[in-house]
């Protein structure tokens, strides 16, 4: 299986185009030289309900862990590495009027990013971040989606896309085993090369 196949499935991944420069707040994250599909799957049995694996979907190698804290009035979860440590935290903002979630280093608490709902046909996130490893500037991502067609499209704010994202429907097999797919980017997650 190469790169442009994907996984249990005879869909090929469309390329998409090189961004200019790395995206991403965790620079390490982002020097990779070819598009990357990624899968999502939740763990069904986990105590919180809101845990999740992120593996690259070619190799199967675990490229982040999601732990959700099964008692947190914010609905806290902590994003691990494939090793188990710990390299940030979402938070839910109580005070907002559009949902908004904050994403927070691990040691000092200090914002990272921030992931805000909006008004749109459709579902419409915003995600606005510094670019530490790309140009060091303040930086915008729009995630526009359909629920109906289990797809969205991760965008700069010059329409440039940098990841596809699209959900597969469960199998058998994964209703009786402990995860599902929730999601599968059909080209890359969270960037494409630069």
């Known amino acids: 299986m190469g790169l442009n196949s994907a996984p249990n499935n005879n869909a090929t991944i469309r390329p998409l185009a090189s961004a200019p420069t790395p995206?991403?707040?965790?620079?390490?994250f982002t020097q990779h030289t070819e598009q990357i599909a990624l899968q999502v799957r939740e763990h069904k049995m986990s105590f919180s309900g809101d845990d999740f694996t992120v593996k690259d979907a070619v190799s199967g190698h675990v490229m982040f862990q999601i732990d959700g804290s099964a008692f947190s009035f914010r609905g806290e979860k902590t994003i691990l590495d494939a090793r188990g440590k710990p390299l940030f935290q979402i938070r839910r903002k109580?005070?907002?009027?559009?949902?908004?979630?904050?994403?927070t280093d691990i040691l000092s608490e200090q914002p990272l990013f921030q992931v805000k709902s909006g008004w749109s046909w459709g579902r419409k996130l915003t995600?606005?971040?510094?670019?530490?490893?790309?140009?060091?500037?303040e930086t915008e991502l729009i995630l526009r989606g359909s629920i109906l067609d289990r797809k969205a499209e991760i965008?700069?704010?010059?329409g440039v896309t940098v990841a596809r994202i699209s959900r597969q429907f469960m199998n058998a097999g994964e209703m009786i085993c402990q995860s599902t797919s929730l999601a599968r980017t059909a080209d890359t997650f969270p960037v494409n090369p630069h």
Do not use: E, Q, R, W
Not at 23 to 28: D, R
Not at 94 to 103: D, E, K, N, P
């Open 94 to 103: 109580m005070l907002a009027v559009h949902s908004t979630f904050i994403g």
């Open 23 to 28: 995206i991403g707040i965790l620079p390490y």
């Open 127 to 137: 995600t606005t971040f510094t670019n530490v490893a790309g140009d060091g500037k």
């Open 155 to 158: 965008t700069t704010t010059t």
